[in-house]
């Protein structure tokens, strides 16, 4: 879909996709996670997901950082990978070759129609890291969209999405607005400044059909290295009173702002 380039500094493989850092893959050892956002998804399945092997889809594959990793914390996965650039995928299996013995799946598929065809309740976990042009996709956080995770969710799974936004989470609002509606429980986890509307940045939304152990997911994020939070749908709206969800139906769905200059952020 676009130019791809693989480049190997200090141990670690970054993945660019026309000039946005799409993944980095630490070469040694997958458990080290370099990106903060990325950290932030390992600590909520690391704080909310059973212990044990997980049923893991993936939305968005980038260099296969989160698959990885899963892998190496919980052997014998299963994980499908939805990624429809085949270009991507065939660059990065060639520079940065998958671990032996790993059960992840990659279909050459969006987002949409992937899980479209996935059964009911397969997944434990979906995870929604997908961007085009260094920006979420529009069709990736509507309710309609949301309520087909749910189906292929097992009923006390996660929804784990990547969310980026500009001060001020109008857009990411709006995103756990619909969450909320068809999951019934979401929270935020982000560095504070994000959180707290002072930048542009990544937040992970957490979101199940079943109550979030807010207590678990704030100890772990204390825990963090870099300042990390937690903020329950309840201060969500506090903050962004009148957030209305994101319909493909009534023309609502955009996708997320665009991003400021890909050499100075970057998305996986």
């Given at each position: 879909?676009?130019?791809?380039?693989?480049?190997?500094?200090?141990?670690?493989?970054?993945?660019?996709?026309?000039?946005?850092?799409?993944?980095?893959?630490?070469l040694d050892d997958p458990t080290v996670l370099h990106f903060e956002y990325v950290q932030q998804l390992a600590l909520v399945v690391d704080a909310l997901a059973p212990a044990g092997t997980l049923r893991v889809t993936h939305v968005g594959g980038g260099g296969l950082t989160l698959p990885r990793w899963v892998h190496a914390t919980r052997p014998g996965s299963p994980q499908i990978v939805l990624e429809p650039?085949?270009?991507?995928?065939?660059?990065?299996?060639?520079?940065?070759?998958?671990?032996?013995?790993?059960?992840?799946?990659?279909?050459?598929?969006?987002?949409?129609?992937?899980?479209?065809?996935?059964?009911?309740?397969?997944a434990d976990v979906v995870v929604l890291d997908a961007f085009v042009d260094g920006r979420v996709p529009a069709g990736l956080t509507t309710v309609e969209w949301m309520a087909d995770v749910r189906r292929v969710l097992a009923p006390a799974g996660l929804l784990l999405a990547n969310v980026t936004d500009e001060p001020g989470m109008r857009y990411a609002a709006r995103?756990?607005?619909?969450?909320?509606?068809?999951?019934?429980?979401?929270?935020?986890?982000?560095?504070?400044?994000?959180?707290k509307g002072r930048r542009f940045g990544n937040v992970v939304?957490?979101?199940s059909p079943g109550?979030?152990?807010?207590?678990?997911?704030?100890?772990?994020?204390?825990?963090?290295?870099?300042?990390?939070?937690?903020?329950?749908?309840?201060?969500v709206a506090r903050r962004v009173p009148g957030a209305r969800p994101l319909r493909s139906g009534d023309g609502t769905a955009v996708p997320s702002p665009e991003p400021p200059d890909p050499g100075g952020w970057r998305v996986r």
């Amino acid at each position: 879909m676009g130019e791809v380039r693989v480049e190997v500094e200090g141990g670690v493989a970054a993945v660019l996709l026309d000039g946005f850092p799409q993944s980095a893959v630490d070469l040694d050892d997958p458990t080290v996670l370099h990106f903060e956002y990325v950290q932030q998804l390992a600590l909520v399945v690391d704080a909310l997901a059973p212990a044990g092997t997980l049923r893991v889809t993936h939305v968005g594959g980038g260099g296969l950082t989160l698959p990885r990793w899963v892998h190496a914390t919980r052997p014998g996965s299963p994980q499908i990978v939805l990624e429809p650039d085949v270009a991507l995928t065939e660059q990065v299996r060639r520079d940065v070759p998958l671990p032996r013995g790993h059960r992840m799946r990659v279909r050459p598929v969006g987002g949409e129609e992937g899980v479209a065809a996935l059964a009911d309740g397969s997944a434990d976990v979906v995870v929604l890291d997908a961007f085009v042009d260094g920006r979420v996709p529009a069709g990736l956080t509507t309710v309609e969209w949301m309520a087909d995770v749910r189906r292929v969710l097992a009923p006390a799974g996660l929804l784990l999405a990547n969310v980026t936004d500009e001060p001020g989470m109008r857009y990411a609002a709006r995103v756990a607005a619909g969450a909320q509606e068809v999951f019934g429980h979401t929270a935020f986890v982000g560095l504070h400044e994000v959180l707290k509307g002072r930048r542009f940045g990544n937040v992970v939304l957490v979101a199940s059909p079943g109550p979030l152990d807010l207590y678990t997911l704030r100890r772990a994020a204390a825990s963090a290295v870099l300042p990390t939070g937690v903020l329950p749908w309840a201060d969500v709206a506090r903050r962004v009173p009148g957030a209305r969800p994101l319909r493909s139906g009534d023309g609502t769905a955009v996708p997320s702002p665009e991003p400021p200059d890909p050499g100075g952020w970057r998305v996986r």
